[in-house]
């Protein structure tokens, strides 16, 4: 699923105010159309923040988020030198 859409700075953190609340109760469910996808989240996540200012002809902000865990609540492990 993707999606992009325009919308006022009000209703954005609306959004995401209600996404926050639904990451902290641990199940996220998203439709689009007759698609739906259900996820429970896991205690331990990894967030990602990536800010970008583009310049051009239209310069711009680009702002963005990315969650990610795994299905059985296990952090990947990291390398080890042996």
Known sequence: MKSEDRKSRSEVADFLKDLALKIDAGSLTFRQGSEEL???????LTLELKVEEKTGQT????????????KDGQ??????IL
């Not at 952090?75 to 080890?80: D, M």
Request: hydrophobic share 40%; aromatic share 12%.
């Open 59 to 70: 310069p711009k902000i680009q702002f963005e988020i990315e969650l990610e865990w795994t």
């Open 38 to 44: 259900i996820f429970n989240i896991s205690d331990t």
């Open 75 to 80: 952090s990947s492990s990291a390398i080890e």
